[in-house]
């Protein structure tokens, strides 16, 4: 099961652009679903992803 930190590039709308935390800066990002993520998300924020949920975290 997968388990993993991204943080938030960018916020788009509905949707927001969210990138791994171990992958390099300018890298691919995964495109969500902004109701699938908490509401109080803004660019920079840490999220960990586990169990099909993300969930803010305030440091890694």
Avoid at 13 to 24: F, I, P, Q, S, T
Avoid at 35 to 58: C, F, K, R, W
Wanted: aromatic share 10%; net charge negative; glycine share 4%.
């Amino acid at each position: 099961m997968l388990d993993c930190y991204y943080i938030v590039e960018s916020i788009d709308g509905d949707y927001a652009h969210l990138r791994r935390v171990e992958d390099a800066p300018g890298s691919e990002t995964k495109l969500v679903a902004r109701a699938l993520l908490p509401d109080t998300i803004n660019e920079g924020t840490y999220l960990h992803y586990a169990m099909m949920q993300y969930e803010e975290v305030s440091e890694l």
